[in-house]
Nanobody, 123 residues
């Protein structure tokens, strides 16, 4: 099992930035795909970005390309989501998740989840 703990959420005005962190512990080698997802009230959970931790390959949802960057600190088993040029529509609960290969943005494929961190963007 892998334990995931997110942090870094908060409230920001449109155009601002936030950086989310996801600290992983446990048998992380069995879950090399780390993803960020978000869920707004009344909406389905959607994939935002994922990273293949051994090689660093990453992918993004079209809605965040050019604004969000997923990265990692391998030594600290931590994955980050740098969010720039935030928009009110980015408001959601953000979750970190882990899975075995293949990596994807399909939330149903992930079986390890953190507790989430709230991001609120005001106009």
């Amino acid at each position: 099992q892998v334990q995931l703990v997110e942090s870094g959420g908060g409230s920001v005005q449109a155009g601002g930035s936030l950086r989310l962190s996801c600290a992983a512990s446990g048998y992380t080698g069995s879950r090399p795909c780390m993803g960020w997802f978000r869920q707004a009230p009344g909406k389905e959970r959607e994939g935002v970005a994922h990273i293949y931790t051994p090689g660093g390959g990453r992918s993004y949802a079209d809605s965040v390309k050019g604004r969000f960057t997923i990265s990692q600190d391998i030594a600290k088993n931590t994955v980050f989501l740098q969010m720039n040029s935030l928009k009110p529509e980015d408001t959601a609960m953000y979750y970190c998740a882990a899975k075995s290969l293949p990596c994807s943005l399909d939330s149903s494929a992930y079986n390890n989840w953190g507790q989430g961190t709230q991001v609120t963007v005001s106009s």
